[in-house]
C-alpha cells in the first residue's frame, strides 16, 4: 500500500487518548478511538461479543519520517468473525512512554467509546495482540532490554 493511502486510512480512525488500565496489577495499553465517519468500527466490538469474543486478526508496523518527525503507523485488521481494517498513527515524540507500554505488553486494546472506569473499557474494547519486534525496533534500533534502558532514562 502506498504512503497516500495510509494517510487517507488515518484520517478516518484517530487516536484521541491512549492510556493504561489496570487489570488484577497488569497494566494494558488503551488507544481511544474517534470512529465517528466509521459506523463499521463502532460496531466492532458488538460483533465480536455476539460472534463468541473470537477472531482472526493481522497488523502490519510502517514507520514514515514526516516533517513534524518520526510516526509509527499500525495498520490493524479483523478478519473473522467480521472484516474490518484501520491504521492508527502515532507520533513517537509525543507517544514514547506509551508506545514502550505497548512494546513491552504485546498487545493494544482499542475502544470507540469514552471510558469511565475499567469495567466499562473492558466491555466496550477488543484487544489486538501484536508483534512488538518491529515497534521495539523502531523505538531503540535495537533490544527490549535497550527498550527498557531508554524509557528508564538511562
Known sequence: MI????????????????????????????AVLDARTRPDLRDLVRVHQTEGGEGDQEHTWRVVLTPAGLTIILDLALIRPVRCRFCLLFDVSQRFDWLTLVARSGSITTTTRPVTSVADALDTSIVWLIDPAPLIEVLTGGSLAALRKKSRGA
Open 3 to 30: 504512503e497516500s493511502e495510509y494517510l487517507r486510512a488515518l484520517r478516518d480512525v484517530p487516536v484521541t487518548q491512549v492510556g493504561l488500565l489496570t487489570v488484577h496489577g497488569k497494566g494494558i495499553p488503551l
